[in-house]
């Protein structure tokens, strides 16, 4: 079964880091984008970041910029999602989503993260 696993949320003050992780399972699915998405309570869903598998290509919502970077492990199927200088407003779960070449995107359970004042 095509799956994700998020993992590696938990509980931050304002201003710390935090990486989250995300499997892409099987091991042999071929993968075009892997993505980060949150969503707060009471609100929608919204872009975090992209990435291509294959050019390294990038792409950041204007809130995370210079403090959220986003990168990859092919031989692993992993995303990783490095966060800094966190703010309240992080607080979110965070979804990561494939879009495999040959079938629908995959979205994941979440992990939750949760940024303290």
């Known amino acids: 079964q095509e799956q994700v696993v998020e993992s590696g949320g938990g509980l931050v003050e304002a201003g710390g880091s935090l990486r989250l992780s995300c499997v892409a399972s099987p091991r042999s699915l071929s993968i075009a984008d892997m993505a980060w998405s949150r969503q707060a309570p009471g609100k929608e869903r919204e872009f975090v970041a992209r990435?291509?598998?294959?050019?390294?290509?990038?792409n950041y919502a204007d809130d995370v910029k210079g403090r959220f970077t986003i990168s990859k492990d092919n031989a692993k199927n992993t995303v990783f999602l490095d966060m800094k200088s966190l703010k309240p407003r992080g607080t979110a779960i965070y979804y990561c989503n494939a879009e495999p070449l040959f079938s629908r995107g995959i979205w994941g359970q979440g992990t939750q993260v949760t940024v303290s004042s």
């Open positions: 990435i291509n598998w294959i050019s390294g290509s990038t």
